[in-house]
């Protein structure tokens, strides 16, 4: 007996009985499962161990293997005069080296969930390959989640060819049995209480990692971690107090603000700053008293302009809506009045004050009042203040307190503005001027051009006036789409002309 057989526990020595027995008289391909630590690779060692009259052939299957490689590592170990091609598939080599063959062989892969698929597939077939006066067995190791996958992609007609033999969880005496009989072989005796063993053996899934995991920590204790210093947090803690000391001091370490001192007061300076007072007073005393009577007749011309800018409004817009330029316009005229009424206030209050300032400045100058009474009596140059005036083409579609009715058919949309006079450029390449209708949509002015019975005729209609004018794209419209837009009464294109 080995020294791999000699550790094996009851439980495992059944498996590996059921598992020779398998090899022995079975026809099918056996794929032992287990977990990670279960026992895998130390049942399939002892099965070859035990197979004394077997010629085995046990492959460890690395990661990312190649298939060329695992088929050479197998055929080397069966095969005395290695005369093969690795790229040929196993069933075929082993059937032109029949003669060349063991009477009985046997393959095990371990780890065989990093075999490529077409080696599953090549061993499924030579499972089932029948070799003269020969008998070819073959065991795999893989995890139970793999197998499944695996079984899964094949077809119902040839899961039955795969025998799977999962491993059994370890009894809570076997794993006792196996913790101490390693403790006995390590010669090393842990101060370690058997009821504490026992109920960490307990907590495990049952596999014989978990327990030589546990002895290791008994007799080596917990591994120690390397201590990392953390320069970096270190360096990034260094920066943000230098930081903080520089704001500091060109926060409270630079030069002291310049303390202003106030201005020092005396009888001459406010005499002299009473005196600049009456005299401002005396010499713009007239401007004040015109820029009054400008004031009122410009309050008078508003009023006008306001009452005329309320009609226009109610005949052009729908009860709700509001332009911005009606709003604007408000807001300034709102703005004027207020500056007429502090002008107006102002000129009640300065007759009053002018009679005395006037006769105080004449006690203490009277040849500069003499001087200043002849300028006054020369006539002021004034300007009367005019409002502006707006367009043509604008006050004539405001003055129009009703929309046209929209005619039927189609019509051409040519642009979309916001000022009435951005069409002008558009206006003067068309044609036929009699055919220009500007519509109203919003705050925006819209242009349409001709009339059209129906969209074939528009559509070519716009083909030629973008070849004559050179626009670009002209829009069919049906008038029924348009049932939003305001036409304006009166030619337009005339009238902007």
């Known amino acids: 007996m080995t020294f791999q057989t000699a550790i094996l526990l009851p439980s495992q020595e059944s498996l590996l009985h059921r598992l020779q027995h398998v090899v022995l008289y079975g026809q099918q391909l056996t794929v032992l499962t287990g977990e990670v630590g279960a026992g895998k690779t130390t049942l399939t060692t002892a099965l070859v161990d035990t197979l004394d009259d077997v010629s085995s052939a046990l492959v460890v299957c690395p990661q990312h293997v190649d298939s060329a490689e695992i088929r050479r590592k197998i055929l ?106 390693l403790l006995h072989r390590s010669e090393e005796t842990p101060f370690t209480p058997r009821d504490i063993v026992k109920e960490q053996l307990q907590r495990q899934q049952g596999t014989p990692a978990e327990v030589v995991n546990l002895l290791y920590l008994a007799l080596h204790g917990e591994p120690e971690v390397p201590k990392r210093r953390p320069w970096p947090l270190y360096l990034a803690v260094g920066t943000c107090v230098a930081c903080l000391l520089v704001s500091l001091y060109w926060l409270w370490g630079g030069s002291e603000p310049k303390v202003s001192q106030p201005k020092v007061q005396t009888v001459a300076a406010v005499r002299a700053e009473a005196f600049n007072k009456r005299y401002a007073q005396v010499l713009l005393s007239d401007y004040f008293t015109r820029r009054g009577r400008l004031s009122e007749r410009v309050l008078k011309s508003t009023d006008v302009t306001v009452e005329a800018a309320e009609l226009a409004r109610l005949s052009k817009t729908q009860p709700g809506d509001e332009p911005e330029s009606e709003i604007e316009e408000a807001s300034s005229q709102d703005e004027a009045l207020t500056h007429q009424d502090e002008h107006q206030a102002e000129a009640e209050q300065e007759p009053s004050s002018q009679e005395e300032t006037l006769a105080q400045t004449q006690q203490m100058h009277p040849s500069q009042a003499s001087g200043e009474a002849e300028t006054a009596d020369k006539p002021v140059e004034t300007f009367a203040a005019e409002p502006v005036s707006e367009p043509s083409e604008s006050r004539n579609l405001a003055a129009s307190t009703a929309s046209l009715p929209h005619p039927e058919g189609y019509t051409l949309q040519l642009a979309t503005v916001k000022r009435l006079q951005s069409l002008d450029a558009t206006i003067a390449k068309l044609p036929d001027v009699d055919q220009v209708q500007i519509a109203r949509y919003k705050s925006y002015w819209v242009l349409l051009y001709g009339q059209y019975s129906d969209r074939q005729e528009g559509k070519q209609a716009a083909l030629d006036l973008a070849k004559t004018a050179q626009l670009s794209s002209p829009w069919v419209r049906a008038w029924v789409d348009l049932s939003g837009y305001e036409l304006q009464q009166g030619s337009v294109g005339r009238e902007i002309h």
């Open 76 to 181: 080397v170990q069966l095969l005395s005069e290695p005369v093969f091609d690795d790229e040929v598939p196993l069933p075929e080599t082993l059937l032109r080296l029949c003669d060349a063959l063991p009477s009985h062989c046997h393959v095990v892969l371990d780890d065989a969930q990093y075999l490529p698929l077409e080696l599953w597939a090549e061993c499924i077939v030579l499972s089932q390959l029948t070799l003269p006066g020969k008998k070819l067995s073959l065991t795999l190791t893989a995890p139970a989640d793999f197998l499944n996958q695996i079984l899964a992609q094949l077809p119902e007609t040839q899961r039955p060819l795969l025998l799977p033999v999962a491993i059994a969880p370890l009894t809570s005496a076997e794993r006792e049995g196996l913790y101490y009989t």
